[in-house]
């Protein structure tokens, strides 16, 4: 009867402290990925692929177990996991592409946004989407370190600091030419729809190698849609509670079957 008792209390005991063991490889593009995060998630364990892109884990019994997989330069990916002792073969990783973002600002020709050398921040639609505003010289005060300000309620004038900078050592381009010169902060950038807008690239600091003395404080280029990628009508439109009415049009026409153009048109009632 003792030996009994015994086994069946060592049975359990074995039974909750039991591990799992989980392995594979992770690769991108054919080949391994060296230094690899390999966590259990929701847990402190974890470990990083060798040098052929190989790894091996051994957690511990929890409910709905999932691996999370990342590595710098490449987009995550959460597997569920059984509990079991299992091999998970290749696991493939998609490149990221925001890290291989082409950027024309920092050397007036297109590069990748990594091998820019300068910090350009880049801001889509997504952007522009996520925090509404009626024009896109409102929209630019929800980016740190910049600032438009209001110089006249009469004829709804400003211009744009930098980093603490004055409006005239601001340039802004649009597809990397200035809009007026001295005075694109003061009329350019409220009459621009935001349906013309792909993104816009900012140079938070000195820039006047490349744009003269216009851009000490820093460079906003405005870069605009190719019709080829845009849709033949979009439509954008929000209201406030203070009655404001905006509403962008987009619409793209051709006037030849080798030419096209895109129309944009803003309505703001308040």
Partial sequence: ???????????????????FIVSGQVISGRKPLEGASIIIKGSNKGVTTNADGYFKLIFSKIKNPKLVISHIGNKSRIIPIPLINSELGSIELDLDDSLDEVVVSGTLKPVSKLDSPVTIDVYNQTFFKANPTSSIFESLENINGIRPQLNCSVCNTGDIHINGQEGSYTMVLIDGLPIISGLSTVYGLSGIPQSLIDRIEIIKGPASTLYGSEAIGGVINLITKLPENTSKLSIDSFTTGWGELNTDIGYKYSISKKSVGLLGINYFNY
């Fill in 1 to 19: 009867m003792k030996l009994q008792l015994l086994f069946i209390i060592f049975s359990i005991q074995f039974g909750i402290s039991q591990d």
